[in-house]
């Protein structure tokens, strides 16, 4: 039997982030095989865009629903005030489901290793099958990027490092071009450390690591202000280090 064959039915549950799935000998073996890699890389591709399908599919059903029951209703401007309340309140517990399922999953190791920022850029776009915007981030190295799908949404986490070693992450929940009236940094608390939430025209991130609240908030700083910017990825850093799937 080819070496490949018996981790191939693993390939798919490493792309889907479901690691404890996963034999560690799968793992391993991935992590130096560029065929099973790019198969994993593909597997990531099919299921990101399966799920912005149904999505789509799904809002629409949605919209169709919320008209008849609007015209059922009849009274209007009762209904407005009912879904606009029952709207921000299902906007503020989904947000903080996302949080905290980005600051976990930005605590795992990278599936993608790599110094390059227009290689790291390449990986999460082609994965995550949704467009990547560059951040300046001078102070930082890059080291890699994951992509996982959990609390509803495809979260794109890019690592650094700082000069001191310690890590930095940034965790794209979507792409959305906010307004610059729009931007702003908001503080959380999750597990006991500071993470400050991003609104910007970048799209929203959650900003989480090791770093000292200090280096979380000039990186926040960075990716508020990267307005007109091109993808994603631009950090200053070491340069040259092989690429691989970890």
């Given at each position: 039997m080819?070496?490949c064959?018996?981790?191939?039915?693993y390939l798919?549950?490493l792309a889907?982030g479901?690691s404890?799935?996963?034999?560690?000998?799968t793992?391993t073996?991935v992590?130096?095989?560029?065929d099973?890699?790019?198969e994993v890389d593909?597997?990531?591709l099919?299921?990101?865009r399966l799920?912005?399908?149904?999505?789509?599919d799904q809002?629409?059903?949605?919209r169709?629903a919320?008209r008849?029951?609007?015209?059922?209703l009849?009274?209007v401007?009762?209904v407005?005030?009912?879904?606009?309340?029952?709207g921000a309140g299902?906007?503020?517990y989904?947000?903080?489901?996302?949080?905290?399922?980005?600051?976990a999953?930005a605590?795992?190791?990278?599936q993608y290793?790599?110094?390059?920022?227009?290689a790291?850029?390449s990986w999460?776009?082609?994965?995550?099958?949704?467009?990547?915007?560059?951040v300046t981030?001078s102070?930082?190295s890059a080291e890699g990027?994951?992509t996982d799908?959990r609390a509803?949404?495809d979260?794109v986490?890019?690592?650094?490092?700082t000069?001191?070693?310690a890590?930095i992450?940034?965790?794209?929940?979507?792409?959305?071009?906010?307004?610059?009236?729009?931007?702003?940094?908001?503080?959380r608390?999750?597990?006991?450390?500071t993470v400050?939430?991003?609104?910007?025209p970048?799209?929203?991130a959650?900003i989480?690591?090791?770093?000292?609240?200090a280096?979380?908030?000039a990186?926040a700083g960075?990716?508020?202000?990267?307005?007109g910017?091109?993808p994603?990825?631009s950090?200053s850093?070491?340069?040259?280090r092989d690429e691989?799937?970890?």
């Amino acid at each position: 039997m080819n070496e490949c064959e018996q981790h191939r039915p693993y390939l798919a549950a490493l792309a889907d982030g479901e690691s404890e799935l996963v034999p560690p000998g799968t793992r391993t073996h991935v992590s130096g095989c560029n065929d099973c890699a790019q198969e994993v890389d593909t597997h990531r591709l099919l299921g990101a865009r399966l799920r912005a399908t149904m999505n789509a599919d799904q809002s629409s059903l949605r919209r169709r629903a919320g008209r008849r029951w609007l015209l059922r209703l009849g009274a209007v401007a009762a209904v407005v005030v009912v879904v606009a309340g029952a709207g921000a309140g299902w906007h503020n517990y989904r947000g903080e489901d996302t949080v905290t399922a980005a600051v976990a999953v930005a605590s795992g190791q990278t599936q993608y290793r790599s110094s390059d920022p227009t290689a790291i850029t390449s990986w999460c776009e082609r994965t995550s099958g949704r467009p990547m915007r560059e951040v300046t981030l001078s102070d930082l190295s890059a080291e890699g990027a994951r992509t996982d799908h959990r609390a509803g949404i495809d979260i794109v986490t890019v690592m650094y490092t700082t000069a001191q070693g310690a890590r930095i992450n940034i965790s794209w929940l979507d792409a959305s071009q906010a307004p610059i009236s729009q931007a702003g940094v908001q503080t959380r608390t999750i597990d006991g450390r500071t993470v400050l939430v991003v609104t910007s025209p970048s799209g929203t991130a959650v900003i989480s690591g090791s770093a000292p609240l200090a280096s979380l908030w000039a990186t926040a700083g960075a990716v508020e202000a990267a307005a007109g910017a091109t993808p994603t990825g631009s950090a200053s850093g070491r340069s040259g280090r092989d690429e691989s799937a970890a």
